[in-house]
């Protein structure tokens, strides 16, 4: 495993890696690590990037023990590595795993409390055979947040093409329907983030019925409460899309809480 990337690195060249955000406490620990490790782990595999689990637990300590004052987040990035011309990788590469520091992102105290207003982005999220691996082809995703910029939104949420909500442009969907949580199936597009599956795993723990399925986007119209997740962010309430306005619930805020403990 390397320090970063050559010039003519796979990651660089092709996307042909995959990366993990990991979201640290001010004492050094990363409550979610283990989820993250099992998704790398996963993408590794699929992806046939030969990479041992002590390697990433490795990587990760060296980020912590290296980490500046106020470091928040580490980004592990692991990519084929070296290779050359041509889309047919080496039959025995050398990988490329390192580590970035970062800070998490901030979200001001009245969004969090009030939610955000997001908006629908204009082009669908295709078919992708890779679909809920965080892989490092993550153009959509760029020409996603670039529209939400320009259209002065909080947040943008990506269709498929059949009009079904499948993710924002960084986080995962909820909502609720009475007692019923519930987030569309991410088996054909999208991210299936970490927090999105410590928020699963939460809501099983409460005997919280769950429904993962694609439903149509008025099926939101209808429902008690909309947020936001990932494993960086925690929950963000949703409080208007486009001409429906939902309420900040109380299990909404529930789960908010509960997130933020892994972290204090």
Known sequence: MSGGPAVNDRGLAYGDGLFETVRVTASGAAPLWPRHRARLLD????????VAP???DRCLADALTAAPPGTGLIKLILTRGPGGRGYLPPSHPTPSLFAQHG??????PLLRRDGIETGLCSEPLERDPLAGLKHLNRLPQVLARMEVARRGWHEGLLLD???CPLEATAMNLFALFGDTLWTPALDAAGVAGVGRAWLLARAGEQGRPVQVRLRPLSHLRTADS???????VGVLPVRKLAQWVWPVTAPVRQFQEDFEVLFS
């Open 43 to 50: 993408g590794a595999a699929r992806l046939r990037i030969p």
């Open 103 to 108: 800070t998490v992102p901030e979200w001001s």
């Open 161 to 163: 093409r059949r009009g």
């Open 54 to 56: 002590d390697a990433l």
């Open 226 to 232: 909309v947020f936001l997740i990932n494993s960086v």
